[in-house]
């Protein structure tokens, strides 16, 4: 017995005078097409498909706030740092291995390393720079000063 097949209307071809205007329908189908597919998700991967933590900057009266979603990381796994008026977060979350054989139906978890790098508005106090890690989030406290510079150092996250 011979299977029914299901086809998909597809639209006649365009033509367009202006090579511009092609390359932007093109374009704009690829995206569509791109964001219609089941894995792709916010925030981008990178290459080695860590996905890209989310992060916030808000300003107050008295000091920049930058906080950055870091679930299922230790502390230990992140590296905070300072350098060229640049504030850099770096870290590596790994694939826990066991010994016994898992046959995996779906997985959807990210491993690997990732960088993100923010640059500093010139009035923060780069020596006065506080972090802080509590349930999955980075919490980075960036005071203000009227005669910031840039210095290069590692920041202690903890107390």
């Given at each position: 017995m011979?299977?029914?097949?299901?086809?998909?209307a597809?639209?006649p071809?365009?033509?367009?005078?202006?090579?511009f205007?092609?390359f932007?329908?093109?374009?704009?189908?690829?995206?569509?097409?791109?964001?219609?597919t089941?894995?792709?998700?916010?925030?981008?991967?990178?290459?080695?498909?860590?996905?890209?933590?989310?992060?916030?900057?808000?300003?107050?009266d008295?000091?920049?706030?930058?906080?950055?979603?870091l679930p299922g990381?230790?502390?230990d796994?992140i590296?905070?740092?300072?350098?060229n008026?640049?504030?850099?977060?770096?870290?590596e979350?790994?694939?826990?291995?066991?010994?016994?054989?898992e046959?995996?139906?779906?997985t959807?978890?990210?491993?690997g390393?990732?960088?993100?790098?923010?640059?500093?508005?010139?009035?923060?106090?780069e020596?006065?720079?506080?972090?802080?890690?509590?349930?999955?989030?980075?919490?980075?406290?960036?005071p203000?000063?009227k005669d910031?510079k840039?210095q290069?150092?590692?920041?202690?996250?903890?107390?």
């Open positions: 011979g299977e029914v097949t299901e086809k998909k597809t639209e071809a365009r033509t367009y005078t202006d090579p205007a092609a932007r329908a093109e374009m704009d189908r690829m995206f569509h097409n791109f964001l219609q089941p894995t792709f998700s916010l925030p981008f991967a990178g290459g080695n498909g860590m996905v890209v933590p989310s992060a916030d900057m808000k300003e107050g008295n000091e920049y706030t930058l906080s950055a979603e990381m230790a502390e796994d590296d905070l740092s300072v350098a008026g640049m504030i850099t977060i770096k870290g979350k790994t694939e826990e291995k066991k010994d016994e054989k046959n995996y139906h779906l959807e978890r990210r491993y390393s990732f960088q993100r790098s923010f640059r500093l508005p010139d009035n923060v106090d020596a006065k720079i506080k972090a802080s890690f509590d349930k999955g989030v980075l919490t980075v406290s960036m203000k000063s910031g840039h290069e150092r590692k920041i202690k996250i903890g107390s």
